[in-house]
């Protein structure tokens, strides 16, 4: 076996060597694989130089951009991490699916959430961040070839993931007159008919959509008749409004038997910054996941385990100051918003604002515009994918005084939306 693997690295070395004369001078032989080299181009490169122009030039930039929330962790939650750092029984290798009492938060959390059971052997696993779980989720079960659904636009993991893996990527785009929620009745029958693995997020990063439960009983019906694995991104189930309660696939009658739910400690939290995460559902495809895992990683730091259960079982207090927090600086940039001509529905969920761009410019010009006009870093909506274009997204990561300022800025650079008919 291992003959055969050696031989064929040495074929395509040697056809390289053949194709470049110079390769010992100038190293153009050494190429990134093609799965890296297919990806499409990252969009934040060109945002990210001018970003750094600017600090440069002493510009005080309001960076409305990345989705990593401004403040602290909680102090509870540092205290336990702090505390775990200085026990020396978590200085080795972690347990490496996840240590009990992280798993049991876990197990905890849906439990009081939506009343369901999980099996904390099987069907619980915690991971390095969500992005890192649903990226490796797509090596462990996609073959060169294999048909992935994904909706567009939508969070780039669930394309990258899957485009790293060689797969089809089938995306499935959204519209504004359908509140952003996939309309499967586009999915052609020959395409779900070959479709392995459907990656969906609702509530949704970066629409700020959310589905109503019948979408998810619905989906799950469509994923059993055509036998297709869900993959559900479930990363803003606390962080909704006005009494919304965002779904699990995981409550869904069926849901458990076909997929899987990520969920991430970065958001709710503030703890972007620690990377940790968990999956949850069927224990046969997360086996899949902690099989390919068990062969790059050896799990997460203990410590940051004990800060991630920790979290996990804050009183639900803390939620309802997170809830109140994102609602305030909602209400706060939508009606900013409409003084210069927006007129950006009310989201029910998320800590997002996605905002048509003024007719006739591109998603990607009309960030590098506000950003070169008044120091507002926004995120073009095309890097969630092309069905974004003609859409920013604002992340309400800062507080009020400085979302105000962002907007009173716009305000003096005279961007609005359609500034023609606000005239008239
Ligand atoms: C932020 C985000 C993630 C990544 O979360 P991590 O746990 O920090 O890796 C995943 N999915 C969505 C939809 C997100 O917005």
Redo the contacts with the bound molecule.
Sequence with gaps: MFVVIAKAITTNKDKKREEKMNFQTNMDWIEPADRIQILPPYIFARLDKLKAEATEKGVDLIDLGM?NPGGPTPEPVVEAAVAALKNPDNHGYPPFEGTVAFRSAIANWYRCRYGIKLNLETEALA?L????G?THLALAYVNPGDVVLTPNPT?P?HFRGPLIAGAQVHSINLRPENDWIIDLGEIPDRVAEQAKIFYF?YP??PTGAVAPREFFEDLVAFARKHEIMLVH?L??ADIAFDGFRPTSLLEIPGGKDIGVE?N????TYNM?GW???YAAGNAKILSGLRTLKNNLDYGIFAAIQAAAATALNLPDSYLAEVRERYRVRRDFTIQGLKDLGWNVPKTLATMYLWVPCPPGISSTDFALSVLEKTGVVLTPGNAFGTGGEGYVRISLIHKCDRLGEALHRLKQANIRYQPELVRA
């Design positions: 989705g991971l961040g969500s992005k890192e649903l969070y993991a997020n949704s990063n991104d990363c803003y990520f991430s400690m970065s958001k972007a990377r940790v995460g």
